[in-house]
């Protein structure tokens, strides 16, 4: 199984209840494909460096440590592109 360490940013004008379930969203399509999610680090609300398209200038920054394989992230990737609340998104994996 491979290290993964994504980050991705919601939509900042979205309620608690929604942050909450859609980070339970994206950890159960990990756990769905195979994968183990080893650490969650909700850091909140935070400025960008810039601002995304055209109307955001604030995210909700989520972080997210597992391991899986390539599917997993294949998966992960087609949900964060059409899944309209994510605004951004990482996807590296984790030197050995």
Request: glycine residues 6%; proline residues 1%.
């Amino acid at each position: 199984m491979t290290k993964y360490e994504t980050m991705f940013i919601l939509q900042p004008e979205l309620e608690e209840d929604t942050y909450t379930s859609l980070v339970e969203k994206f950890k159960g399509i990990i756990e769905a494909e195979g994968g183990e999610v080893t650490n969650v680090n909700r850091m909140g609300r935070r400025k960008l460096a810039y601002e995304i398209r055209k109307k955001f200038r604030e995210g909700y920054y989520v972080l997210f440590n597992y391991t899986g394989a390539a599917n997993v992230t294949d998966e992960l990737e087609r949900i964060f592109k059409i899944s309209d609340d994510v605004i951004r998104y990482l996807i590296v994996k984790e030197q050995e």
